[in-house]
């Protein structure tokens, strides 16, 4: 046995400096980089920071296999200051961030329970992101029209402040962390009239009598629900402008009845382009909205944006922080129906069309301009990688259903 493992051993150590010797083809996962300068400690167009600020490192080392990341480890490892006690690596300038997008400490189980999520998902919600033929709701200011039942999986956060939510599952929603920063009592409310005048008067669900409840309304056309579990991203930090990891998830107290939005599949989706659209359905209070300052009531606006580059909205906002975790958005339309994102807009979904009719949510909304109509660029928080993997861990410890 002594002889065995020996000769195991040194049959890997072989394997292994053969294969960190061969120069890994372009489209590999463990490409190498460019040959070392003399004088630097790692390859020419890098440098050595924390493993956890390489975005490439990060998206490799977590797709890998287990050899894949011992010859990550050997060929990239570089040596940090002196007492730093992180895993350094050697990442290209053009991967390089200012932020942990990741942790070298991430659960390895991280993506296969995902995975399991998604199929739950799949499973339970096979019409997930679909709408019935809508009856028109003339409800247009600033935006598209909002439809009746057409966007059933967009909610309405009432707390210390007013945000949107977006339904995942019966039981759970999710939105900015930042809706979640100073109050601790929380409701959310959907409607069937893309109207809500207060959640005092929607329905409560602890009221009803059957479990879906919408078929006991009658003056009211909302129901309310209790949210008895915030859980906001472990790296979201309110101090951060633009914020980073702005996502929260949210339990509720009782089923809702409403087909939730469809997440993006992990293993086919696609990052959105630049210049593709998306559609933005929020509450909102603003004046802008109302076709009365007098009238406080809550209403689902539409609009449509476009992806465009990050560069955009760091120029708007004078700011260098908006980062791989965000997208720069602009609304388009006519000057009638372009949309703005304003107050109570913040956590509203961003949705586009997966080609079979069906809806799927790409971004939510994170920050935009003071001044509304001033607002021409806003910025989302991107719901794909590290995101989207936190949100499906999250679904992954609930009965999904």
């Keep these: 046995m002594k002889t065995c493992s020996f000769f195991s051993h040194r049959f890997i150590s072989f394997v292994l400096a053969v294969i960190i010797g061969l120069n890994f083809v372009s489209g590999d996962p463990l490409k190498?980089?460019?040959?070392?300068?003399?004088?630097?400690?790692?390859?020419?167009?890098?440098?050595?920071?924390?493993?956890e600020r390489c975005k490439y490192s990060c998206d490799t080392i977590f797709e890998a296999t287990q050899i894949q990341r011992l010859l990550y480890y050997v060929r990239d490892k570089c040596t940090g200051p002196t007492g730093d006690k992180r895993l350094y690596v050697c990442c290209e300038d053009r991967y390089v961030l200012d932020f942990a997008y990741c942790s070298e400490n991430d659960d390895s189980k991280e993506l296969?329970?995902?995975?399991?999520?998604?199929?739950?998902?799949?499973?339970?919600?096979?019409?997930?992101?679909?709408?019935?033929?809508?009856?028109?709701?003339?409800?247009?200011?600033?935006?598209?029209?909002?439809?009746?039942?057409?966007?059933?999986?967009?909610?309405?956060?009432?707390?210390?402040?007013?945000?949107?939510?977006?339904?995942?599952?019966?039981?759970?929603?999710?939105?900015?962390?930042?809706?979640?920063?100073?109050?601790?009592?929380?409701?959310?409310?959907?409607?069937?009239?893309?109207?809500?005048?207060?959640?005092?008067?929607c329905l409560p669900s602890s009221e009803c009598r059957s479990g879906g409840c919408y078929d006991e309304l009658e003056n009211q056309k909302c129901i309310s629900y209790n949210i008895i579990e915030v859980i906001k991203h472990p790296k979201y930090n309110e101090k951060e402008l633009p914020h980073n990891f702005d996502v929260a998830i949210m339990t509720l107290e009782q089923e809702v009845e409403l087909n939730p939005i469809c997440l993006p599949d992990l293993d086919t989706f696609e990052d959105l382009a630049i210049?593709?659209?998306?559609?933005?359905?929020?509450?909102?209070?603003?004046?802008?909205?109302?076709?009365?300052?007098?009238?406080?009531?809550?209403?689902?606006?539409?609009?449509?944006?476009?992806?465009?580059?990050?560069?955009?909205?760091?120029?708007?906002?004078?700011?260098?922080?908006?980062?791989?975790?965000?997208?720069?958005?602009?609304?388009?339309?006519?000057?009638?129906?372009?949309?703005?994102?304003?107050?109570?807009?913040?956590?509203?979904?961003a949705v586009r069309d997966k080609g079979n009719g069906q809806l799927e949510l790409v971004g939510l909304t994170n920050s935009g301009l003071n001044d509304c109509t001033e607002s021409q660029y806003s910025i989302f928080t991107r719901l794909s990688g590290p995101i989207l993997r936190w949100v499906l861990n999250q679904l992954y410890e609930h009965d999904i259903r």
């Design 275 to 349: 210049f593709e659209k998306v559609t933005v359905s929020a509450w909102s209070n603003d004046k802008a909205h109302q076709s009365s300052a007098n009238i406080k009531t809550y209403e689902l606006i539409q609009g449509n944006f476009s992806h465009v580059p990050n560069e955009r909205c760091s120029k708007k906002f004078e700011v260098d922080s908006i980062s791989v975790l965000h997208m720069c958005m602009e609304t388009i339309g006519t000057v009638k129906t372009r949309a703005y994102v304003c107050k109570g807009d913040s956590g509203a979904g």
């Design 112 to 201: 296969e329970h995902a995975k399991s999520a998604q199929r739950k998902l799949n499973q339970a919600f096979p019409g997930c992101g679909k709408t019935p033929e809508p009856e028109f709701t003339p409800f247009v200011l600033n935006g598209e029209p909002a439809h009746k039942d057409h966007n059933q999986w967009s909610g309405v956060l009432f707390g210390n402040t007013i945000c949107s939510v977006v339904l995942l599952t019966k039981k759970h929603i999710v939105s900015a962390a930042h809706c979640f920063d100073k109050s601790d009592k929380y409701y959310v409310a959907f409607s069937l009239d893309a109207k809500i005048s207060s959640v005092d008067k």
């Design 32 to 51: 190498r980089l460019p040959p070392s300068k003399p004088d630097s400690g790692c390859p020419r167009l890098s440098e050595c920071i924390p493993f």
